[in-house]
């Protein structure tokens, strides 16, 4: 006789939840973008510009790699950037929309039309 096993249902966390909803990414990067256009165009412009030119470094005894914050910044983004692109991309060679080549010039019709 086969006894039945029942797994408790493990909820998802907070940061879970934030990083599977796409609407809220995008929200918290609009309030960003328009605090910053904010802050950039107020009294406090020269601290916040004053604020991206801080020298940062990373180095072990004589090597070291020093640029500013904003550069630190721009490269790190650019990396994460390009990765999630490429992963994107393998994706949709793997599983997605190109996995096959008559998926892939299968003619598409607009989700407005009434074909």
């Known amino acids: 006789m086969a006894m039945a ?3 408790k249902k493990i909820r998802p966390t907070i940061f879970q939840r934030f990083f599977r909803t796409e609407t809220i990414g995008g929200s918290v990067l609009l309030v960003f973008g328009v605090a910053a256009l904010a802050i ?4 406090l412009a020269e601290a916040y510009e004053r604020l ?5 470094a990373v180095g072990i005894v004589k090597h070291s790699l020093s640029m500013t914050l904003h550069q630190w910044i721009n490269d790190g983004l650019m990396a994460v950037f390009f990765l999630l692109v490429g992963l994107e991309i393998k994706r949709e060679l793997l599983v997605g929309e190109l996995a096959s080549v008559r998926k892939a010039i299968q003619e598409r019709k607009p989700p407005c039309s009434k074909a």
């Open 40 to 43: 950039a165009n107020s009294p």
């Open 5 to 7: 096993v029942r797994f």
């Open 52 to 56: 991206w030119q801080i020298p940062l």
